[in-house]
């Protein structure tokens, strides 16, 4: 096999086709690897073209099935299109006219690609009882999928966007859409599980679902981009998946809306350099966690602004909600880290319970709905006395992560944007300054201090990057522009070489951490370009209760 000399890759521009370039000293050979758009079924097909650019290189395949976690070996038969391989349910086919050779439970092949050359692959997935599908040109896929992408970003809204930024933004908007579940409209945090928070340590978590808690800020990642659509199908999946008794509401769902979620560990898997356990499901679906309800209530709150498809069922389900949270807001919880430890009044909790209550106020004020509002005006004020009483330190000058503690969590930085204090109260630039202070390393912002709060899990992490965009948005919301804009370009300087964010940074190594490419991220991403480029964006939305941007491109064959 001809040994690379220079390895580098790519994707294409404007689109999730990836491109991977080998030099070596015999000559140039590049990989397009992609997933072809099927609008009419449900095929699941991963398609490979070795190409050759220049010399004659040496190259080897090697293929390593294993299924239900890694720990099921499949039975793999010879065909006359390459091969076949069934573990119980599960089946996949490689489509190839390559030599194939089986040793040691892989497949391997062995071939040259001269100048010229194109050396398909297809693999494809299907239930083991269906029959296999085949792709039968995969050139012409090729080149539909790239035309489908291309035509997907020009329904976005980027013309106020400098061109610097353009890039990365639409990187983070593509790879958003690829966290969709297109039956459902679900949007899953990460498509990994297990990859560590810190390496060799226990923080290694199953992000495979889709979190409440993202909602909000996903609704105006994407409107404000200009993709309602997209928009519209998470709003839809929201009401879907939080349907039925408000005290069972959770903090997080499967791709379809599946409550069951249950943790075990993986023993046969070594995890991620060596970093274990290895997690399947998430117990943190059973946790009470306060803030899912401001969330969600401002989520479609800002959907009926945006003038999505109105549905009554929507504002009968706040209310009932809202009947729950009246004294529910006061119970402890896990608040929006998920803390494993003992629950607590968790101040950011607390705040996202006053926007439930102000959110569903504004709608009755703007719209006319009807509703018990004399009753939330009071709840209001009682929950913010609460927090402007018990979840503030004179003498930090700060709000503080829960009551009767004294450390700092970064979703304070929210309190602006939220609304919940004037920007130029200044208590909110007392907290900004303390984040400064007590969590701002190496120019990124930590979450919390994993030395101060016993979150029950021990051990540290890194940078969480979600929280360094809001931090810049807090920026924004205060007149410092510069700083804000230096901080995004920081945060554009630490995505890999194909523009993809994990969830945290590790300050030391410089290298990311967690679970990856991670929604949360790129979301903080898009909203903070929309922000710096624009006078009324989503942090002033939010903190104005706005309307999210309308702006969008009506065509009859939009992806």
């Given at each position: ?220 990642a ?5 993709y ?46 060596g ?64 803390v494993?430890g ?21 709608s ?51 309190m602006?944007?939220?609304g ?73 300087g ?20 967690g679970n990856?490419?991670q ?21 002033r ?19």
């Amino acid at each position: 096999m001809g040994e690379a000399v220079q390895t580098s890759r790519r994707y294409l521009p404007d689109t999730a086709i990836l491109e991977t370039r080998f030099e070596t000293a015999a000559g140039v050979v590049t990989l397009t690897d992609f997933m072809p758009i099927n609008k009419h079924d449900r095929a699941l097909d991963l398609i490979r073209i070795v190409t050759g650019v220049s010399g004659a290189v040496e190259m080897e395949m090697e293929l390593a099935l294993r299924f239900e976690n890694g720990q099921a070996v499949p039975w793999v038969r010879r065909k006359d299109y390459g091969l076949s391989a069934i573990a119980g349910p599960h089946a996949v086919e490689l489509h190839t006219d390559l030599p194939l050779e089986g040793r040691d439970l892989k497949t391997r092949a062995r071939f040259t690609v001269n100048t010229g050359d194109n050396v398909p692959l297809t693999m494809s997935y299907h239930s083991s009882n269906e029959q296999p599908h085949f792709v039968a040109d995969r050139r012409d896929a090729l080149d539909r999928t790239a035309i489908w992408w291309h035509e997907w970003v020009k329904h976005g809204s980027f013309e106020d966007m400098p061109d610097i930024w353009r890039e990365p933004v639409v990187r983070s908007l593509i790879t958003l859409k690829m966290l969709i579940y297109a039956p459902t409209g679900g949007i899953v945090a990460a498509p990994t599980t297990s990859l560590p928070e810190a390496i060799g340590g226990t923080r290694n978590w199953d992000y495979r679902y889709c979190w409440l808690r993202d909602s909000a800020l996903t609704l105006y990642a994407l409107l404000n981009s200009g993709y309602r659509k997209e928009a519209e199908d998470w709003r839809q999946w929201l009401l879907r998946a939080v349907a039925g008794s408000p005290d069972q509401l959770q903090i997080m769902c499967g791709i379809a809306g599946e409550r069951w979620l249950p943790e075990f560990e993986v023993p046969w898997l070594t995890g991620y350099e060596g970093s274990s356990p290895v997690r399947i499901g998430n117990d943190a679906s059973g946790q009470m966690q306060i803030d899912v309800y401001g969330e969600l209530i401002e989520t479609l709150h800002a959907a009926r602004d945006a003038e999505l498809q109105p549905q009554e069922e929507a504002w009968r389900l706040q209310k009932v909600l809202l009947d729950h949270l009246e004294t529910a807001w006061r119970l402890p919880d896990r608040g929006i880290w998920e803390v494993r430890g003992a629950p607590r009044p968790f101040t950011h909790s607390r705040m996202m319970a006053w926007v439930a209550l102000d959110r569903a106020i504004t709608s009755t004020e703007r719209y006319g709905l009807k509703g018990p509002v004399t009753k939330w005006r009071h709840v209001r004020q009682q929950v913010h006395g609460d927090i402007c009483t018990n979840g503030f330190d004179a003498k930090k000058n700060s709000f503080v992560q829960y009551y009767g503690g004294d450390t700092l969590d970064a979703s304070l930085l929210l309190m602006p944007q939220l609304g919940f204090l004037p920007v130029d109260d200044p208590r909110i630039g007392g907290t900004i300054d303390a984040v400064e202070r007590e969590l701002l390393q190496g120019g990124l912002v930590k979450r919390y201090s994993t030395g101060e709060t016993d979150d029950g899990v021990g051990g540290g992490e890194g940078a969480f990057l979600a929280c360094s965009f809001w931090l810049a948005d807090a920026y924004v919301l205060t007149g410092r522009e510069q700083d804000a804009r230096n901080l995004f370009n920081s945060l554009l300087g630490i995505r890999n070489d194909l523009g993809l964010l994990a969830e945290e940074y590790d300050i030391v190594s410089g290298r990311l951490l967690g679970n990856f490419p991670q929604a949360f991220s790129h979301i903080g991403l898009i909203n903070t370009a929309h922000n710096l480029v624009t006078a009324g964006g989503p942090a002033r939305q939010r903190a104005e209760k706005i309307a999210p941007s309308k702006s969008y491109k009506v065509s009859p064959d939009r992806p």
